[in-house]
């Protein structure tokens, strides 16, 4: 059986406060400063700032407003049905939002919007997979892992980046 491949942990500072990037040779995890469940770093997991520059410089260029879709490699270890909502996540364009619903008719699971609320929640990668992008089908912002408040600062940003863009 091959070893388990230790994780690797580094802080970006954001404008949402400092985030928990872990992972080895892609993105395991990012975890909010406010989040209910903590994330690590765990007793084996060991400090390495340097190996997430390329996924820190991407974090910074998205909270600049000059990036709109990430490219980093990432690991999904959830469900076969939570992968495909994450891997959807991907999907929905920079700035824009869609609904619980909207996404289960998209990955072909119509009647399945609670199940995709339940794995838009188990969602390890915040940002970099936009589960913020997700609302309530009457537009209410839903809970959100790091809190409402930054589901509503990281929606305003998109937002805020494509009224900029329109505008040039």
Same mark, same amino acid.
């Given at each position: 059986?091959? /070893?388990?491949?230790?994780?690797?942990? *580094?802080? !970006?500072? +954001?404008?949402?406060?400092?985030?928990? =990037?872990?992972?080895?040779? /892609?993105?395991?995890?990012?975890?909010?400063?406010?989040?209910?469940?903590t994330?690590?770093?765990? @007793?084996?997991?060991?400090? #390495?700032? @340097?190996?997430? @520059? %390329?996924? !820190?410089?991407?974090?910074?260029?998205?909270f600049?407003?000059e990036?709109?879709?990430? #490219?980093?490699?990432?690991?999904? @270890?959830?469900?076969? !049905? /939570?992968n495909?909502?994450?891997?959807a996540l991907?999907?929905?364009? !920079? *700035?824009?939002?869609? +609904?619980?619903?909207?996404?289960?008719?998209?990955?072909?699971?119509?009647?399945? +919007?609670?199940?995709?609320?339940?794995?838009?929640?188990?969602?390890?990668?915040?940002? =970099? &997979?936009?589960?913020?992008? =997700?609302? *309530?089908? #009457?537009? +209410?912002?839903?809970?959100?892992?790091?809190? &409402?408040?930054i589901?509503?600062?990281?929606?305003?940003?998109? %937002?805020? =980046?494509?009224? #900029?863009?329109?505008?040039?």
């Open positions: 059986m091959p /070893q388990a491949t230790k994780l690797r942990y *580094g802080y !970006f500072d +954001s404008p949402i406060g400092p985030l928990l =990037v872990a992972g080895a040779d /892609q993105l395991h995890l990012i975890g909010f400063p406010t989040e209910r469940r994330k690590g770093p765990r @007793a084996d997991w060991h400090r #390495d700032d @340097a190996l997430f @520059a %390329h996924a !820190f410089a991407q974090l910074a260029a998205y600049a407003g990036l709109t879709r990430f #490219d980093l490699p990432l690991r999904f @270890a959830g469900t076969a !049905f /939570q495909k909502v994450w891997t991907c999907d929905i364009p !920079f *700035g824009e939002t869609t +609904s619980y619903g909207t996404l289960a008719a998209r990955i072909g699971k119509p009647t399945a +919007s609670r199940a995709v609320g339940g794995a838009n929640g188990a969602n390890p990668l915040p940002i =970099v &997979v936009p589960c913020h992008r =997700v609302i *309530g089908a #009457d537009k +209410s912002l839903t809970g959100f892992g790091g809190g &409402v408040e589901k509503q600062f990281l929606l305003a940003h998109e %937002h805020g =980046v494509c009224m #900029d863009e329109a505008l040039r």
